[in-house]
């Protein structure tokens, strides 16, 4: 079976957002831990949270997958941006420690020209700090098309980061694969998927590999750009989704839809043709 969903706000509560995700046949969602753009956090309703998990228990929802700030940035030139990016993770670990077994994900993070060795060396620092023994979140690294500074623009990169964290930490740490993102960075996942996964089995390992961000691309490939678009509409088509959401590599994942829709039933539409294509 398809897990899949899409973003939803949190403005009216946990609950209500599982209730969203029911409307239009979702059985995973996503939210961000804050707003988008940074900023602080509001203290999550415990009881609006129970609600929430009971409500995922009873419509055997699969895993949630959480989606830290974009301006969190772990590997700033700024010790006041990364001390602030630092101190934002922890609060949102606590609050999905609050929702236990479900993925918290985020971007590694822009170099800032320090070069690539030195922002991993800097994540790797900031998670060793900010993980501990016993959690019941995995922190999920971000793929990502490669624009700018940023950091996990290859697997390669991402395996560093993973290889550099503490030995004892390292299971609670895995990727999330954004489809826009890898084929913007140069994955050739349209004409090549097969190739895609055993590349990235070698270097990092698809037992790490927890979720995927289903996004069609408005750019083409190997651009660089990370700019998404709706499914089928973009440079990936829908052919290549359809050998994505079958893929036996990846079936049982969460796929999360981050496409640009004016409102809620246009994820529900994108639902609705993913699910008719793995039967």
């Given at each position: ?69 974009y301006?969190?940035n ?39 020209n320090?070069g ?18 016993g ?11 490669g ?16 290889a ?5 930490l ?28 055993e ?39 829908l052919?290549a ?14 796929f ?15 639902i ?8």
């Amino acid at each position: 079976m398809l897990h899949i969903g899409c973003h939803l706000s949190t403005s009216s509560g946990f609950l209500h957002m599982g209730e969203d995700a029911l409307s239009i046949n979702a059985d995973t969602f996503a939210f961000f831990t804050r707003n988008p753009r940074g900023g602080r956090s509001k203290e999550a309703d415990l009881q609006d949270v129970r609600a929430l998990i009971d409500l995922m228990d009873n419509h055997h929802f699969a895993k949630l997958v959480a989606h830290a700030p974009y301006t969190m940035n772990l590997c700033s030139n700024k010790p006041e941006t990364s001390s602030f990016a630092i101190e934002s993770f922890a609060k949102d670990i606590q609050t999905m420690e609050l929702l236990p077994g479900n993925y918290l994900n985020f971007h590694p993070g822009c170099h800032m020209n320090q070069g690539a060795e030195t922002g991993i060396s800097m994540i790797v620092e900031a998670l060793n700090s900010l993980l501990f023994e016993g959690m019941q979140t995995t922190i999920l690294l971000e793929t990502m098309a490669g624009k700018g500074t940023e950091v996990g623009r290859s697997f390669e990169e991402l395996a560093a980061i993973r290889a550099g964290i503490r030995q004892e930490l390292q299971p609670y740490v895995g990727i999330c694969l954004d489809t826009c993102h890898v084929f913007d960075s140069g994955y050739d996942i349209v004409n090549n998927l097969d190739g895609v996964l055993e590349e990235f089995d070698r270097i990092i390992g698809l037992e790490h590999l927890h979720a995927i961000h289903i996004n069609d691309s408005k750019n083409p490939f190997a651009s660089h750009k990370d700019r998404h678009e709706k499914i089928g509409k973009g440079s990936i088509g829908l052919a290549a989704f359809e050998r994505i959401v079958t893929h036996p590599a990846l079936r049982g994942l969460p796929f999360i839809l981050e496409t640009p829709q004016d409102d809620l039933s246009g994820w529900g539409k994108e639902i609705e043709l993913l699910r008719s294509v793995e039967n």
